[in-house]
């Protein structure tokens, strides 16, 4: 799904880029064994921030995804030197099976519909003992940007115990 124009410029903001150098990344370091030396996918990259904060890490590799040919494109202007792709999450097959060490997304998954079709995604394009760290806000959050913003987030089922709970049965049929 694209954004709506004030989100667009939200997520453009200084205070979007000062909340994921001290707020999203140290969360994702803490939680995890981090980007270095790994081959590191992000979904939602937007326009490169989080890219440019997580190659600090010195990954082996890095590409981010995003549906917005305009997130894209700063992106790219931005940060020339990591890859950027314009590209719908709920196919990953381009990446192959069992490609990436660690998967990233950072507060989009809400923006997806068909969410649970990205998860299965992801968990096909991740190696064996892989990581997967996914950032969303809770559902009352949402809701009161919502009223607040009219950011126009879709009508979905989406919510942190939803996605916990497939999460949880999506790694259960892999045992």
């Known amino acids: 799904m694209k954004l709506s124009d004030i989100e667009f410029r939200a997520m ?4 979007r880029r000062w909340g994921q150098a001290h707020f999203e990344i140290p969360l994702f ?33 890095y590409v981010g995804l995003d549906v917005m040919e305009e ?11 990591y890859q950027f792709l314009v590209q719908d999450a709920s196919d990953l097959s381009q990446f192959g099976e069992a490609s990436k060490d660690v998967v990233i997304i950072f507060g989009v998954l809400h923006h997806i519909p068909e969410w649970r079709k ?8 991740l190696r064996p003992g ?15 940007f919502e009223i607040f913003f009219r950011w126009g987030h879709p009508d979905s089922d989406f919510g942190v115990r939803r996605m916990e709970e497939y999460l949880k049965r999506a790694a259960s049929r892999l045992q």
């Open 130 to 144: 892989g990581s997967f760290f996914v950032e969303e806000p809770r559902g009352m959050d949402l809701k009161l």
């Open 12 to 15: 453009d903001s200084w205070w």
């Open 29 to 61: 370091s803490a939680n995890g064994p981090g980007c270095a030396g790994q081959g590191c996918l992000e979904i939602g990259c937007g326009n490169g921030h989080g890219a440019y904060l997580l190659n600090q890490s010195s990954p082996r590799s």
């Open 118 to 125: 990205v998860i299965d995604e992801i968990r096909g394009v």
């Open 71 to 81: 997130q894209v494109e700063k992106a790219r202007q931005r940060y020339p030197h």
